[in-house]
């Protein structure tokens, strides 16, 4: 049975801590070490359920007085994601065993059946829009638990996309079309695109937008931050995002980027040949650009920074970088070069949303139910992100340095004992313990270069190819051919 109020939604609490005691330390005096008790309190304020109620979501619709109220809902698809198993039965088991009786007095013995159907339906009444405002006031909870969040005031903030495997199930197929890439036989994987934006300090997942794969990642990229849910940041991005129609997005909303350009771009901006160095530049759209609609056409000023990066056991490495943040002096290039560094841990990130909260592949009905999967993994990832965090204020290291997997099975292990009765305030000390040791290896020597390619195992059965549907129509004329191999 698992601890809901400690890590996503809490009752309100008359005596909570105020906003002063997470806030930015000073700069002129170091911060002080947090105490055990103070990183507890922050982690059960991640997502107050009376913030939550009054979320613009749930005011327009009407929900009844259900057993599955929304807040209950919304942490039991957390929890899907937080469990060993996915499945609903382990829901309903958890609920009969009073794992939502702090969220809904006597649930545990108002529920009389133990059919999956009242949860089903209760995921599927909840607004994507309840998920998707959660989410951000669970990231600001989450970047004012970090005194280090703010770099000269502003989130860096990571940008990267990637796509979700779907079934071609309901209206999936309809909502996100599979990719046909040129095969000669109708393709069966529906591709939902998704680009989220991380902190470059915790890891943490930010905000997200989804999409058809049809829809590219800048577009994607640009809607994510038209959405203002997070304030002023800086977008940093790979050479996908260093066009025109990012940066122009991020003046609109009143934020920076700092982008990767490639050699042909870097070139035709500076007008010469590039050397490296520091250059003053005005950004102004080619006819080949594509432009946010919305947003001012005015031409961007800012830097273009060519960079030779070393790298001991490497070769050499030419980085083209623009940022609209003008001051050298403020922003120098050795600082804005190390925070371009961070943008691999979003690739990592990506890696652990897909293997360690098992979001490679979504098994849903509906195109919104896998919204609501997606968006409910990423909470459930920044549950584990925030309990990294608070190891790492207490160590005052980074949560960079930490693993994420072994995190995760600390933390597992760490709800499994608080929903057994037993001593919490203990647990939560040894959990610290546990997640603060649980530091990446400090390697001598660099890994060796692998190849971008996997070796596949022979199966046993043929590869099913078209619908399933004319493959039982094929196996009814045929019965033979279920005993080939």
Request: hydrophobic content about 40%.
């Amino acid at each position: 049975m698992y601890a809901y109020n400690i890590i996503c939604i809490l009752p309100c609490q008359k005596n909570a801590p105020r906003k002063k005691h997470i806030q930015a330390p000073s700069a002129r005096r170091q911060p002080r070490q947090p105490t055990a008790a103070q990183l507890r309190a922050s982690f059960h304020r991640l997502l107050p359920s009376r913030q939550v109620w009054q979320l613009a979501s749930l005011q327009k619709g009407r929900f009844y007085d259900r057993l599955f109220t929304p807040l209950v809902t919304l942490w039991y698809l957390i929890f899907q994601r937080l469990a060993p198993d996915h499945t609903l039965e382990k829901v309903v088991a958890d609920a009969h065993a009073g794992g939502a009786n702090a969220l809904c007095r006597g649930l545990s013995a108002k529920l009389r059946s133990i059919a999956t159907a009242s949860f089903s339906n209760a995921r599927q009444r909840l607004p994507l829009a309840f998920l998707f405002e959660s989410l951000a006031v669970q990231a600001r909870r989450l970047l004012a638990l970090n005194p280090h969040t703010l770099w000269h005031g502003l989130i860096i903030c990571l940008l990267d996309g990637s796509t979700v495997r779907l079934r071609p199930y309901g209206d999936i197929a309809r909502r996100f079309p599979p990719n046909g890439n040129q095969a000669r036989t109708a393709p069966y994987w529906c591709l939902m695109r998704v680009v989220v934006g991380f902190c470059a300090r915790s890891g943490a997942a930010l905000a997200c937008a989804r999409g058809s794969f049809f829809r590219s990642e800048q577009w994607l990229a640009c809607r994510l931050m038209l959405r203002r849910t997070l304030g002023p940041c800086l977008y940093v991005g790979d050479r996908n995002f260093g066009v025109f129609r990012i940066v122009q997005t991020a003046r609109a909303v009143g934020s920076h980027a700092l982008v990767r350009l490639t050699e042909a771009r870097a070139r035709r901006l500076l007008g010469r040949s590039l050397r490296p160095g520091d250059y003053r530049v005005l950004w102004s759209p080619t006819s080949h650009d594509q432009l946010q609609p919305g947003c001012s056409r005015l031409p961007i000023a800012g830097r273009l920074l060519v960079v030779v990066v070393q790298r001991k056991g490497y070769r050499s490495q030419t980085l083209y970088l623009f940022t609209s943040l003008t001051d050298p002096v403020d922003y120098p290039v050795s600082q804005l070069v190390e925070l371009y560094g961070l943008r691999w841990h979003i690739e990592l990130n990506l890696r652990y949303l897909k293997t360690q909260m098992r979001l490679v592949q979504l098994d849903c009905k509906s195109a919104q139910m896998a919204q609501k999967e997606w968006l409910a993994g990423l909470m459930a990832y920044n549950v584990i992100r925030t309990a990294m965090l608070c190891a790492a204020l207490r160590r005052q290291i980074s949560p960079l340095l930490l693993s994420f997997s072994l995190s995760r099975r600390h933390l597992q292990g760490w709800l499994a004992l608080f929903g057994s009765g037993a001593d919490t305030a203990s647990d939560w000390h040894r959990l610290l313990d546990l997640v603060g040791k649980a530091r990446l290896p400090s390697r001598r020597k660099a890994r060796p270069t692998e190849p971008r390619a996997q070796r596949h195992l022979r199966q046993p059965y043929a590869p099913l190819i078209g619908s399933r549907e004319k493959a039982r129509q094929q196996l009814k004329t045929t019965p033979d051919c279920s005993h080939k191999n």
